[in-house]
C-alpha cells in the first residue's frame, strides 16, 4: 500500500510488532516549491536518515510490518500536534524553509492532503489489526549544526511519556549488546512524542520510541545490523510485556 502520505510496508499481523517512522521519506511532490537547495534534502532537516532501510528489513520479517510517511518532514512533520506551526516548519537547524511560509488556507489543505490521511490511515490500520507492540523508529545527528559543540554520544536513544512499560525493558537489553543507550536522550518522549501519543498512549497500546544516532545506519551494513537487533529486541519486549 502506498498513497501520497505514507507507505505500508509487509503485511501487519494480529499480535505482530508495526514499525512507524514518521520521517522515513525525503520526497517532495513536485507541485510543491519549499524554496530550498535540493542538497539539503539529503540531510536530516529533511528525512530521518537510514530509518526507511531499517525498518524495511524489519518488515522483510515474519510477523513485524512497517508505516512509513511518504513525504519530506519539511512537506509535512507527521509527528507534530497537527494545530503546531512546526507541522510545516519555516525553519529548521538554522536553514529557512519559505515554500512554508503559508497562510491559512494553505496550512488547511496541506493537512487535510497530507497530515491527516497519515494519521488515519495509521489508526485504521491499528483497529484492524491490534498489535502487541508499536516501535516507534526515528534517527538523529552527532550533533546539531546550530550546535556544533553539542556532541551526542548515544547511539540509540529510548523514548517515552507516560507510558514506559516497554522502554523499561528495551533499555537492558540494548545496554546488553554493548551499546549507549540514552533514557530519554537525544530528546524526551515527554516532549517529542506526538505520534505514539496519539496512537498509542491515548488508545493503551504497548510502544518502544527508538532513536538511532544516524552514523550506525548510514549504510547499508549498518542498517542489516539495527534491522536484526531491534527486530530480535522488540520481539523479547513484545513477549516479556504479556509475561
Known amino acids: 500500500m502506498m ?44 528525512v530521518d536518515i537510514g530509518v526507511a532501510q531499517v525498518a524495511a528489513l524489519m518488515a522483510a520479517r515474519p510477523g513485524i510490518a512497517a508505516y512509513l510517511g511518504h513525504v519530506s518532514r519539511l512537506v509535512c512533520d507527521f509527528n507534530r500536534d497537527e494545530h503546531l506551526p512546526t507541522v510545516f516548519p519555516i525553519a529548521s537547524d538554522g536553514h529557512a524553509i519559505p515554500g512554508n511560509a503559508l497562510d491559512h488556507a494553505g496550512h488547511e489543505t496541506r493537512l487535510a492532503r497530507f497530515f491527516r490521511p497519515y ?45 514506559d512499560r ?21 530528546y524526551s518522549g515527554k516532549l517529542l512524542n506526538a505520534t505514539m501519543n496519539r496512537h498509542a498512549e491515548a488508545e493503551g497500546r504497548p510502544y518502544l520510541g527508538i532513536e538511532i544516532r544516524q552514523d550506525q545506519i548510514g549504510d547499508a551494513a549498518g542498517q542489516a545490523v539495527w534491522a536484526e537487533r531491534l527486530a530480535r529486541i522488540a520481539n523479547k519486549v513484545a513477549l516479556m510485556l504479556v509475561d
Open 3 to 46: 498513497s501520497e502520505a505514507c507507505q505500508l510496508v509487509g503485511t501487519p499481523r494480529f499480535g505482530g510488532i508495526l514499525v512507524v517512522s514518521d520521517h522515513a521519506s525525503n520526497r517532495v511532490p513536485d507541485d510543491i516549491n519549499l524554496g530550498i537547495e535540493a542538497a539539503l534534502l539529503d540531510q536530516h532537516v529533511a
Open 119 to 163: 494519521h488515519d490511515g495509521l489508526a485504521a490500520l491499528l483497529d484492524a489489526t491490534p498489535q502487541s507492540l508499536i516501535v516507534s523508529l526515528h534517527s538523529f545527528t552527532p550533533h546539531l549544526a546550530s550546535h556544533p559543540d553539542e556532541q551526542r554520544p548515544w547511539q540509540v536513544g529510548v523514548l517515552y511519556n507516560e507510558d
Open 166 to 186: 516497554a522502554a523499561r525493558i528495551a533499555i537492558p537489553l540494548l545496554a546488553a549488546e554493548g551499546l549507549v543507550v540514552g533514557d530519554q536522550q537525544p
